[in-house]
């Protein structure tokens, strides 16, 4: 689920969901009337873009065009959409801010679905530019069941929103990874729970609030995964094969997060999923995440990020953000 930064800082409980019900109602709505419906087809799959009916006929090309421009950009993580079938349904809102995007969420099914309310009037660039887009899709990365230990699929999406883009030509290598610190501090300045675990915070989010905190927590998991994959296996695995791999035997089922991990180590030959998931799960802040940018070749300077250009752990951070092999 799409949670902005500046949207989970200003509107929290009743307000956000107030929200939620408002945007939700609208789709009903829209979703009921005849919406126009537009299929796009890569390597025999098929996603099924859901416009609705409030939308001027002379918006659908850009929309598509956005669609068409996020989604591939999922397609570079496996090589190809994680699903045979799936729908993109999107619906106009009013924005409070600039946010061209500020609603999303996805709906787990026999067919995967992601509802966007977007602001009518923004422009296809505000629409590729916006992290939304990508953080949503790559939720369909996993076959998760869609409640319990969220810090798993969002972290996963927090992780991916950065790196698709980097891989896309929307965001330089430095500010993939600029951002990537950026979300870890917010994670650390999101005090208010520090001492819960993880796990805990987690399961009450919706309620309590802690989006930060669980978001860059669980995006620590996945950074430190690809590392330790890439690093261990000479780079011969990584976050985006291990994820392959799972989607290969089991996109259609619907699975905890723990039992995803489990599968993924099964997998993958290793033994590292599962053990780290326990371990962020039990942790009670956003864990260290210094000396993997250290390693990486990821310097802090008052809080900018200055990449080296050499080295072998800078071959390694470039692999990261560069397309897989399986996709060029």
């Not at 496996?78 to 999107?90: D, K, T, V």
């Not at 309590?208 to 890439?230: E, K, Q």
């Not at 999923?273 to 802090?300: D, K, M, W």
Request: aromatic share 10%.
């Amino acid at each position: 689920m799409h949670t902005p930064d500046r949207f989970g800082r200003a509107c929290r409980g009743a307000c956000r969901w107030l929200l939620c019900l408002s945007l939700l109602s609208q789709s009903a709505v829209s979703l009921g009337d005849e919406p126009t419906r537009k299929l796009l087809v890569r390597d025999g799959r098929v996603l099924d873009v859901i416009i609705g009916v409030d939308f001027d006929p002379s918006e659908h090309e850009r929309l598509i065009d956005w669609v068409t421009y996020i989604s591939e950009a999922l397609a570079n993580v496996l090589g190809h959409w994680p699903r045979n079938q799936w729908e993109i349904a999107i619906t106009p809102a009013a924005a409070a801010g600039d946010d061209p995007i500020p609603w999303a969420q996805i709906q787990r099914n026999t067919v995967d679905r992601v509802d966007f309310f977007i602001a009518p009037r923004a422009s296809l660039e505000q629409l590729k530019q916006a992290w939304t887009g990508y953080h949503e899709l790559a939720h369909l990365l996993i076959p998760y069941k869609g409640w319990g230990d969220s810090w798993f699929s969002e972290g996963l999406a927090s992780y991916y929103q950065n790196i698709m883009q980097a891989r896309n030509g929307m965001l330089s290598e430095e500010e993939a990874w600029q951002r990537i610190y950026d979300g870890f501090s917010r994670g650390r300045a999101d005090t208010e729970f520090d001492g819960q675990s993880l796990e805990q915070v987690s399961n009450t989010m919706r309620i309590n609030g802690g989006y930060m905190r669980v978001y860059w927590s669980g995006a620590w998991y996945f950074l430190t995964i690809d590392v330790l994959l890439r690093r261990q296996s000479e780079k011969s695995l990584s976050l985006d094969t291990a994820l392959r791999r799972l989607n290969s035997c089991c996109a259609d089922e619907s699975l905890p997060a723990i039992e995803i991990a489990r599968k993924l180590d099964e997998l993958n030959g290793v033994a590292l999923f599962e053990t780290l998931f326990n371990q962020a799960r039990q942790s009670t802040r956003v864990p260290e995440f210094e000396s993997i940018f250290t390693y990486l070749g990821i310097n802090l300077i008052e809080g900018e990020v200055q990449l080296d250009k050499s080295g072998p752990g800078a071959a390694l951070r470039q692999q990261i953000t560069n397309l897989p092999s399986h996709v060029k």
